[in-house]
């Protein structure tokens, strides 16, 4: 289908919320530091089996300065990575550097999606989805 065969007027821009769920995923190129903290590590992956491959989730690994749980997280994602045939992380390597290696994006992992709810700048109650860090596993156990 070509964009010029799509009414865009007739169409909603509100998008169903990935259900809470175990998914396999794949790892997005784009990885980067956060914007307004710049220790978070902020990722995106994509569902690739199932009936919502295509979608994508964002979750994000928070400053290891304030939460020190974090750099332990980021490993299991990488083991995770590793074990589905990603390269392994260089010593003393930038994680970011890492995350966006044509080696390592794309590669399968599992992880449940959760939904958590936030007060919003507005102060509005939202909810967004995102992993649970600590049960990120590999596709092959």
Request: hydrophobic letters at 40%; charged letters at 25%.
């Amino acid at each position: 289908m070509a964009w010029a065969e799509i009414n865009i007027s007739g169409i909603s821009d509100e998008m169903e919320q990935l259900p809470e769920g175990s998914y396999v995923l794949a790892l997005l190129n784009g990885a980067k530091f956060g914007q307004w903290d710049k220790n978070k590590i902020e990722l995106a992956a994509k569902v690739v089996e199932g009936e919502y491959t295509g979608r994508v989730v964002y979750f994000s690994y928070p400053d290891p300065g304030t939460k020190d749980w974090s750099p332990a997280a980021l490993k299991r994602l990488i083991n995770a990575l590793v074990a589905d045939g990603a390269d392994p992380i260089a010593d003393n390597q930038d994680p970011i550097e890492y995350l966006n290696q044509e080696t390592v994006v794309s590669h399968k992992f599992i992880a449940p999606v959760v939904a958590q709810t936030y007060t919003g700048q507005d102060g509005e109650e939202k909810t967004k989805v995102t992993i649970k860090l600590f049960k990120v596993r590999p596709v092959t156990q």
